[in-house]
């Protein structure tokens, strides 16, 4: 029976995922006589095999060390499978993501998921999130990975203090989100942000995990070099002096690349919104942009602090997510795969949420999905892409996605404290 019940849940994608991999591999094989990111990873990778300094090798590389570490499989391969590999872990992490994704939101929602129910949901989430799935694989970012291991977290999250779990079962799968959570931090350092969501919100076990794992997993690059780095700083203070801290503290001269300008018109986060008001470099930049994510900052706070019972860890992980791309010095649209589960939250919430709700997710996906296309050049022609750029329009659509959530909390919490029922401490299984 168990094994029925597994084949009815994965019946609805299986069709929908088989044609949409066909169709991202054909879209690949456009780009298989060049890899823009392939070829930056694997330069670095032979750095580290050499010992030298990673940015020394190529100024362009501004990740982590331990990516250049993980890279190192590809070095001895040939470009066309250095492609080959990457695009298929392309693809499966993107598999990954939709899955988590689509299996997380259920929880919006009380009552069963019919196969006709995934079906929708999988066909509405994938075409809006097509834009960004196209952008991760047409530049090989890694991000998929990155949020993959997220929403495996989060996945792991759901099985704390579920009925019929025995407490091994829980702790184990506390000490794999806390690891999933460590991982995607130390190849992107955005993910840092769960770490105090995980306290405050008492995943403690998993914040542990996390915080001992995130360092293990950031210096491995030095311990296996024996801090051999030749320019007397280990590979990960290296980074931390080269890339992170002028980003953070908004250093603009005498940096080997930086990529973190506001005025850049493919920097859609926070920091780009400001660049369109107050230009990069003047007095009261700083001033206006930390005001923003304090601002910005204090609000997910607020939202996160008011979610309960079974749908908190989806909307909570969702405004983490958007979080991670407003926050970012430089966020691109490779990097906006990390919206695939507040795109499929927004979804699932039109098709099984309360009438009000159901009808602002609609306005919501129109909005969103009509700002978005308003940068894709084959649709609407390059002076609308130009404009829809230089003004961030990803912007001001990724916004739409934490007012909504905030909607759906507040009404949430005010349906609650009408009936004076107190929220569930124990979790249900979907």
């Not at 300094?53 to 499978?81: H, R």
């Not at 602090?305 to 966020?331: F, K």
């Not at 959530?405 to 609650?416: G, H, M, P």
């Amino acid at each position: 029976m168990k094994l029925l019940a597994r084949r009815a849940w994965l019946r609805p994608w299986v069709w929908f995922f088989v044609s949409a991999a066909i169709g991202a591999v054909l879209y690949c094989r456009h780009y298989w006589g060049d890899a823009p990111g392939v070829t930056l990873y694997v330069e670095a990778a032979r750095c580290f095999l050499d010992q030298l300094p990673l940015q020394g090798c190529n100024p362009f590389y501004t990740y982590p060390p331990i990516f250049a570490l993980l890279t190192i499989p590809l070095v001895p391969l040939p470009l066309v499978l250095q492609n080959l590999v990457w695009y298929l872990l392309t693809l499966g992490c993107l598999a990954g993501c939709f899955m988590l994704s689509a299996r997380l939101v259920q929880r919006l929602a009380p009552g069963p998921w019919t196969p006709r129910d995934m079906r929708w949901l999988y066909a509405i989430g994938l075409v809006v999130s097509l834009k960004f799935v196209f952008a991760a694989i047409a530049s090989q970012s890694y991000d998929a990975a990155v949020v993959l291991l997220v929403l495996a977290g989060l996945d792991g999250l759901t099985k704390e203090g579920l009925a019929g779990t025995s407490a091994a079962t829980q702790n184990w799968a506390s000490n794999m989100a806390g690891l999933c959570f460590a991982l995607a931090a130390a190849l992107k350092a955005t993910p840092l942000l769960f770490l105090p969501y995980l306290i405050v919100k008492r995943h403690y076990r998993a914040a542990a995990v996390m915080a001992v794992a995130l360092v293990v997993i950031s210096l491995l690059p030095d311990l296996l070099s024996m801090l051999g780095h030749k320019t007397g700083d280990g590979y990960l203070l290296a980074w931390l002096k080269q890339i992170a801290q002028p980003a953070l503290s908004e250093k603009l001269n005498g940096n080997l690349h930086t990529f973190w300008y506001s005025s850049n018109e493919n920097n859609n986060s926070l920091r780009g919104l400001v660049g369109l008001f107050v230009t990069d470099g003047k007095p009261n930049f700083k001033t206006v942009l930390y005001s923003v994510y304090v601002f910005y900052s204090a609000m997910i706070a607020l939202i996160i602090l008011r979610t309960r019972g079974r749908s908190a860890v989806p909307i909570d992980g969702a405004l983490l997510l958007i979080s991670m791309l407003m926050l970012s010095p430089m966020s691109s649209e490779s990097h906006y795969v990390a919206l695939i589960l507040p795109i499929f939250a927004v979804v699932a919430l039109w098709q099984k949420g309360d009438p009000n709700i159901r009808r602002i997710a609609g306005i919501v996906l129109i909005a969103f999905f009509l700002l978005i296309n308003a940068a894709a050049r084959d649709l609407v022609g390059v002076a609308v892409t130009a404009w829809a750029k230089e003004y961030r329009l990803l912007v001001f659509a990724v916004l739409l996605l934490p007012v909504f959530l905030a909607i759906r909390v507040f009404a949430s919490a005010r349906v609650r404290a009408g009936s004076g029922t107190a929220p569930a401490i124990t979790q249900q299984a979907t």
